[in-house]
């Protein structure tokens, strides 16, 4: 079925003729049926990555094949979202061993994308856990893969946007949780510097991430909110949850209408917004323990909140930087507060050591932002690409939608070896994306 796709930035937007499937057997005819295509989940990366003039939906895909509740093994279909495993296996006491910062997202596009959390520094990207997964190469075949069987297929698919075959089962382990609930701490810091020194005083805690504010200058320059989290024990539950600690009460989405004006975020509202969020913490820091939904997936109890950035979309600028650049954070802070241009969605993240043949985790700190798409926009973003690879940074592939090829392969050591793997297996770059065209991965 021909209709118009986006992904979550709403940017760009194609028409696509659009197949899904429902059962294995489905699948095949499909594949060898087609000209051009790319598989394709729940579009929730943010650029051009999984669209394509013909896609393969794995949402109809979704079902679960197995779980072990002993040993925390789960296996699925890769249609299954997040949301969908979790239903499963919480209320048995387990946990994703990494997850996003949405729960929308299917297990395919998780290993495609090579998902990182607020707990890379501690348990690295979701390729870390797999145990194995099953594909469907480009001449309809099937394929077994993992870190010791076929391990070149394996790595070329964790992170490698879809372009080895369609990801058909995936196999994973799970953390191990007493409750449904998270410990949290909230701290302020006045300013860069400090948000710095914070992350490495914590380095220890599981999970952390920083709200940023971007646009304040001065003695207040990065001022920010570190959160970390633990998962909380029974004993650090309230009396009222501890009967049923791994169960959480079902809540409502609040919808998102319509598609705001494109100038309604400027820098004024976005500063508004930034001095309302810094100022909502009255305390330095706030302890306290809450379900582990608003602290993971904070932004999806808004439905369509992407609709909020107007009708030309928005993209999502994320980089990472080895951790003794942090100059090259400073001055690619400064560059966005005087242009004006940033997010109220700013996240600063540290990652652990990650040595991947084309994952975007390294050892740094990463910072994502959310900027609406206005006049000038990519040449700015062509001006911080330059500062990224200045200091030894690297783009996300699953959050791109206008990166230059030669930025990708300055940031990308062992690209070459990628590519080759990809031709092995999708020898006539029958398998494709707008993005590994524009990237010149499946194209010359």
């Known amino acids: ?124 990207s979701f390729s870390n856990h797999i145990v194995e997964m099953e594909l469907m190469l480009a ?38 949780i007493e409750t449904a609930y998270i410990k949290q701490k909230q701290i302020k810091a006045k300013n860069l510097e400090e948000i710095i020194e914070l992350f490495e005083k914590y380095k220890d805690a599981t999970y952390s991430v920083a709200w940023i504010d971007c646009l304040k200058k001065g003695k207040g320059f990065g001022r920010s909110i570190l959160i970390l989290g633990e998962h909380a024990t029974i004993e650090d539950l309230p009396a009222a949850k501890k009967a049923n600690p791994l169960y959480l009460k079902p809540k409502g989405k609040i919808p998102f209408p319509f598609t705001l004006p494109s100038w309604v975020l400027n820098q004024f509202t976005i500063s508004v917004f930034n001095f309302l969020y810094y100022g909502k913490n009255f305390k330095r820091v ?91 926009l990519f040449e700015f973003l062509d001006e911080l690409d330059q500062i990224v690879l200045q200091y030894g940074g690297r783009l996300y592939m699953s959050k791109d939608a206008r990166m230059r090829p030669y930025v990708l392969e300055a940031g990308y050591p062992r690209l070459d070896e990628f590519k080759s793997i990809v031709k092995k297996y999708n020898p006539d770059h029958k398998i494709k994306s707008i993005q590994s065209d524009r990237l010149r991965l499946t194209s010359k």
């Open 1 to 124: 079925m021909r209709k118009n796709i986006a992904n979550w930035g709403n940017y760009p937007v194609i028409e696509s003729d659009e197949r899904q499937f429902t059962f294995k057997e489905q699948l095949s005819p499909l594949v060898k049926g087609a000209k051009k295509f790319i598989p394709r989940g729940n579009g929730r990366c943010y650029g051009d990555a999984s669209l394509e003039d013909e896609t393969i939906s794995t949402l109809k895909y979704n079902k679960a094949l197995a779980f072990d509740t002993k040993n925390g093994v789960f296996k699925c279909e890769s249609g299954m979202l997040l949301e969908e495993v979790l239903e499963i296996i919480v209320p048995k006491g387990w946990f994703l061993p990494v997850t996003p910062g949405t729960k929308y997202i299917t297990i395919g596009g998780a290993v495609g994308s090579d998902v990182h959390g607020k707990n890379h520094h501690v348990d690295g």
């Open 139 to 176: 001449d309809g075949s099937l394929m077994v893969c993992s870190p010791v069987v076929h391990p070149d297929l394996f790595e070329a698919t964790c992170g490698g946007m879809g372009l080895t075959g369609v990801i058909t089962t995936v196999t994973f382990n799970l953390k191990k």
């Open 286 to 376: 706030i302890d306290n323990v809450v379900p582990y939904e608003p602290f993971f997936y904070p932004l999806d109890v808004v439905q369509n909140w992407n609709r909020g950035y107007g009708k030309k979309g928005f993209v999502q600028y994320q980089f990472v930087l080895p951790l003794e650049a942090k100059q090259g954070l400073v001055d690619i802070l400064k560059k966005i507060s005087d242009k004006g241009l940033a997010s109220f969605l700013a996240v600063l993240k540290v990652f652990g050591k990650q040595d991947s043949l084309i994952s975007f985790p390294k050892e740094g700190y990463t910072l994502a932002l959310d900027i609406p798409i206005r006049d000038g």
